[in-house]
């Protein structure tokens, strides 16, 4: 018998908190509902974009043997790589999961603070915007 993953998509968002403190949003995404989420923070490391891409990695490795999920992409803020630049190439050299990455601000209410949305609050954000983006394209190459 085949072992059959769930399709899913991932949103992932990173905002510094201070100088050796990384907040890490992480979202999952079945393609209709957010159906989990969790923030971790990933401190004191001296070279911290890769801290950050490693912790990601294996997280997400992880959680998809854990759940016998199949993220076919990852939807990713531009602070998010700012932050780690190697993340979008670890995720697909390591783990096969297309990375889109997107500009943060294009949620912000006109005129609001976009520093006050909170990680997890981008992350499911970014998941959602993969979700439209895979769909798009998949119809339009169907067509």
Known sequence: MID????????LAARKRSQ???DIGFSAHDGTYSTDFAVHAITGSRDLANA???YIVSQVREYQKEHNYKFLGVGMSRETLKLSPGLSCRMWSDLDVVPIVTNRDIDAIEGADISDIQVDEMADSMARKCVMYVRKHTVETAS
């Open 4 to 11: 059959q993953k769930q399709q899913m998509y991932l949103g």
């Open 20 to 22: 050796e403190s990384v």
């Open 52 to 54: 950050i891409s490693d």
